[in-house]
């Protein structure tokens, strides 16, 4: 049903869309605009390398600092341009694999990773969303009050997470023969931490890309609006997506060449460059494992 909406939120705007004029508006970008995107783009993918070491020091896995790191930059940046079975899942399985650790050690790396990601999103992007932030179209059918609601919800589960990690405090769980625990409250609340950071930085880059023109809180919030429905849309790095949550949520204020130009921007400096990085980064991770191999 989202894709459905999302297709003819696309299709609606589309063949309205000025594409020259949204190439002109590319073009006029100032050099020093382009990199101060790209910096914040990079620091973004910087602090979502931190996820893995989260799951580090809960595992207590004794991978270097800067190899689990670079994993899981890696992982993330191809995560974005392949989809999350190649990149969330199968580039960390073959990448900590080769570095020698378990299938259950590896297992609860990626949970963790995956609910630091989405949690601080809930945190942030609820707030955003019960705050009134992000003012829905007409086509969706949802009314503010109740995506207020849905952003209270969002907030309370964040929080909720933490309190559970407290209450639970050294108990354990067997599954499958192996021993699950959740972090400490500690480590619960930086897991939230990182990830608002994360998804700040991300904001602040498409901030500057719209020119300024709408709040940085509208900027951050339409972001993430179109983040989720691209993890619910199952197309690769969100293609179609992207465009249609922006166009259907701010064509109206900031016209369709300016907001096409600024996520053309978005998709090269946020998407492609970083996974240029990433390419280099999985040849050094693939040496040092074929220099290095795991003792038995």
Excluded at 272 to 286: H, K, N, T
Aim: hydrophobic fraction near 55%.
């Amino acid at each position: 049903m989202l894709g459905v909406l999302l297709l003819v939120l696309l299709l609606s705007h589309a063949h309205k869309v000025d594409w020259a004029g949204a190439w002109e508006a590319l073009r006029r970008y100032p050099p020093w605009l382009l990199f101060a995107a790209l910096g914040l783009a990079t620091t973004s993918h910087a602090v979502y390398g931190c996820f893995d070491l989260v799951g580090r020091r809960h595992t207590r896995h004794a991978l270097a600092r800067w190899r689990t790191w670079a994993i899981a930059v890696t992982s993330y940046a191809f995560n974005l341009n392949l989809g999350s079975l190649v990149g969330t899942v199968g580039m960390r399985a073959r990448l900590y694999g080769r570095a020698g650790l378990d299938e259950a050690t590896i297992a609860q790396i990626v949970g963790l990773s995956l609910a630091t990601n989405w949690l601080g999103y809930a945190l942030l992007a609820g707030s955003l969303f019960a705050a009134g932030a992000v003012a829905l179209p007409g086509q969706a059918h949802l009314g503010s009050g109740a995506f207020r609601a849905l952003g209270a919800a969002m907030v309370l589960l964040a929080l909720g997470y933490v309190v559970t990690c407290a209450l639970s405090r050294g108990r354990e769980w067997r599954v499958r023969g192996r021993c699950l625990r959740l972090p400490s409250a500690r480590l619960a609340l930086v897991q939230l931490g990182i990830s608002a950071a994360h998804w700040a930085l991300t904001g602040s880059a498409m901030y500057l890309l719209l020119g300024g023109k709408v709040s940085y809180t509208t900027a951050l919030g339409v972001l993430m609006t179109a983040s989720i429905a691209g993890v619910l849309t199952p197309i690769p790095a969100g293609l179609g997506v992207l465009e249609a949550v922006y166009l259907a949520l701010l064509a109206g204020t900031l016209g369709d060449a300016a907001v096409m130009g600024a996520v053309l921007a978005y998709r090269a400096l946020y998407y492609l460059v970083p996974l240029g990085g990433a390419l280099l980064l999985y040849v050094a991770l693939e040496r040092h494992a074929a220099r290095d191999p795991p003792r038995p």
